[in-house]
């Protein structure tokens, strides 16, 4: 399976020391000329034509991380049938009984929410007093935002991290998901408006369909140990183009932890204390995590916060 991730730009470091040690041979001096000239071309075009920026295997420049996807009117199956799989041990008990859902047309973010879209959000109007600190639990540094107003003001801190903007925005509580996705003048999907923009109407297992294969999703198996750029991971899109909804990071909806209708299953998490988080990521096994009908049940306390966990947004449609 040929799968285009993005990863940091070592082999550009490594040919830029290999060129400082050739003998300085006119034939070595010119590659080294050659070598800057690439460097400052490439420069300039990023300065003066940032949409031919580098697109890799999905969403390539931050922006893109507005693009939506239409979801049609309709019906489709939630949950999962009794045959899916062992029962506790492929799927979860609180998956069951699957029936028909019908839902109104909505759009959905095609990817998650990356750094950059965030670090924007973050940098709002009249924020100017910031500082950087460690973050010591697998992560980079993190900005610490103070001076919070208005949708914003219930967040003692934004945690910002410090890398590539192309990047999924990880490491996000469910009160800071949610206030982004307000920014923009939309809201978080809820769990039924997740699962059906992740497996369409056939009730199929994965956004793929029914087989997992290891390298069709960044999980666990796939040894990155870390988020990639969205949409590298080429097979992990739905019917209605969506990425990532197996892999990547796990993501917030607006809904909270219930039993299905029709299912006796009691559970003290049940109620008004837990949000449902959908999705696979980087940090777990596939089965059962990446499988759409998951649950995965959160408290959305303005501390509950994971390297893996993320988000994306949703709106009406019209």
């Not at 009117?73 to 029936?99: C, H």
């Not at 839902?103 to 990356?114: G, H, N, P, Q, R």
């Not at 204390?273 to 306390?301: C, E, L, Q």
Request: aromatic share 12%.
């Amino acid at each position: 399976m040929n799968i285009k991730i993005r990863r940091q730009k070592t082999e550009d470091r490594k040919q830029t020391f290999c060129l400082c040690r050739l003998k300085p041979t006119a034939t070595h001096c010119s590659l080294l000329i050659a070598h800057c000239f690439l460097l400052l071309l490439l420069a300039f075009c990023v300065m003066f034509f940032p949409s031919l920026g580098w697109t890799g295997g999905g969403a390539g420049v931050y922006e893109k991380s507005n693009e939506m996807v239409l979801i049609p009117e309709g019906k489709f199956l939630m949950g999962s049938k009794e045959d899916d799989g062992r029962v506790g041990v492929d799927l979860g008990v609180d998956e069951i009984p699957q029936r028909e859902v019908y839902l109104k047309a909505f759009y959905i973010d095609k990817y998650e929410v990356t750094v950059g879209a965030y670090r924007k959000f973050a940098k709002g109007p009249g924020e100017e007093e910031r500082k950087f600190a460690e973050w010591t639990v697998n992560s980079p540094s993190i900005l610490l935002v103070g001076g919070l107003t208005g949708e914003r003001a219930r967040m003692k801190k934004m945690r910002v991290p410090i890398a590539d903007d192309d990047f999924p925005m990880a490491d996000v509580s469910y009160m800071e998901a949610e206030a982004y996705c307000k920014s923009m003048g939309k809201r978080l999907p809820t769990e039924n408006e997740w699962e059906k923009a992740a497996r369409g109407s056939d009730g199929r297992i994965w956004p793929w369909g029914n087989k997992f294969e290891t390298g069709m999703a960044n999980t666990i198996e796939s040894k990155e140990n870390r988020t990639v750029q969205g949409g590298s991971f080429t097979a992990d899109m739905s019917p209605y183009g969506v990425y990532d909804m197996a892999g990547n990071l796990m993501e917030w909806t607006s809904s909270w932890y219930e039993a299905y209708p029709g299912s006796k299953l009691e559970r003290p998490q049940f109620g008004k204390g837990y949000k449902v988080m959908k999705g696979g990521t980087w940090g777990a096994p596939s089965i059962p995590f990446s499988r759409v009908a998951h649950r995965h049940p959160v408290k959305p306390t303005e501390n509950n916060h994971s390297h893996r966990y993320g988000f994306r947004c949703a709106k009406d449609a019209g």
